[in-house]
């Protein structure tokens, strides 16, 4: 009997095999990933302006002016064009993951709902969000290390681990499935984690709209923490983890992605890395919601 590879299904088989000739993406796309990096910069550049000129004159806390710096000469524009081109990147991100995984599907319908579909199929939402993701990513650890705030250990490595895994799902069409959800789905509630932060530097004044506006994108948050980056999060790593482990004891990992298994156990290192840092901060977020609602 012949044995059947994943170049030559046979017919009926072919819907469930995925080719294992993958040509570099990174390579492809790097025209995008130079414009999402400029996009980036010129959105920064755009907003620290607006800041820093006083067409905004949005005034900062307090402690987040240096020493000997009054109010009036302290406008902080380089948190505030961060966080407006974070934010703006992370919204983006978060379209495309919940636009794919809830509304057209085609993170599930794109490809074989087998092991093989989910680790090597490829998907063209997943290439063009990890595009993004590794963008903003790449950019946000160069400039965090330039803001005090943001210069900080956890934040970095955070950054750096999203950034490689992003690479390496891209360059070699890997985990496209579980790549939209890390990298799009989960960010859903950075976009209300964004508007919180940027209150945090810059605050309201109490009972205002834009106070009660804050409150509001604080109750989301929790809620769209916990259901996407805890419950959601350890759903869909239960499924990478029995596809992963499953793929590189059965040697599926280097007959689809012959000597790249090592990006496979970097993809599950990375998750559960990840995963335990979003655990840690969801006892801070838990601290924080007591706080608020105990005031």
């Known amino acids: 009997m012949c044995r059947v590879t994943p170049n030559r299904p046979v017919d009926g088989e072919s819907k469930n095999l995925i080719s294992p000739v993958v040509p570099s993406r990174f390579k492809k796309r790097k025209g995008t990933i130079i414009g999402a990096l400029l996009s980036q910069t010129v959105l920064f550049g755009i907003a620290y302006y607006a800041q820093h000129s006083g067409l905004l004159n949005l005034k900062p806390a307090d402690e987040y002016c240096p020493n000997g710096q009054t109010s009036s000469s302290c406008t902080r524009a380089d ?6 081109s974070c934010g703006a990147f992370l919204t983006y ?30 998907i063209p939402d997943a290439e063009q969000l990890m595009v993004i993701v590794f963008s903003f990513q790449f ?26 895994i992003a690479y390496f799902s891209l360059e070699y069409q890997y985990v496209h499935h579980y790549a939209i959800y890390a990298g799009g789905v989960s960010e859903f509630s950075s976009i209300f984690l964004f508007l919180i932060e940027l209150a945090k530097y810059f605050p309201p004044k109490d009972n205002t709209p834009f106070a009660t506006f804050i409150f509001v994108c604080q109750v989301f948050f929790v809620i ?12 869909v790593s239960i499924s990478l983890w029995s596809d992963g482990l499953s793929a590189l004891k059965n040697g599926t990992a280097e007959q689809y992605r012959p000597g790249k298994s090592y990006v496979l156990v970097t993809f599950l290192l990375v998750n559960a890395l990840l995963g335990s840092l979003q655990v840690l901060w969801s006892f801070e977020i838990l601290k924080a919601a007591a706080k608020i609602l105990g005031e």
Do not use: C
């Not at 919940?98 to 093989?116: C, D, G, V």
């Open 224 to 235: 769209s923490f916990f259901s996407y980056r805890i419950i959601g999060w350890l759903k």
């Open 79 to 84: 948190l505030f064009a961060f966080q407006i």
């Open 139 to 164: 950019w946000d650890l160069i400039v965090s290390m330039m803001i005090p705030e943001h210069n900080a250990f956890l934040y970095l490595a955070h950054h750096f681990m999203a950034a490689l």
């Open 93 to 122: 991100t978060a379209y495309i993951g919940m636009t794919s995984w809830h509304i057209t599907k085609s993170a599930h319908k794109a490809i074989p709902s087998t092991l093989e579909g989910r680790l090597f199929g490829h």
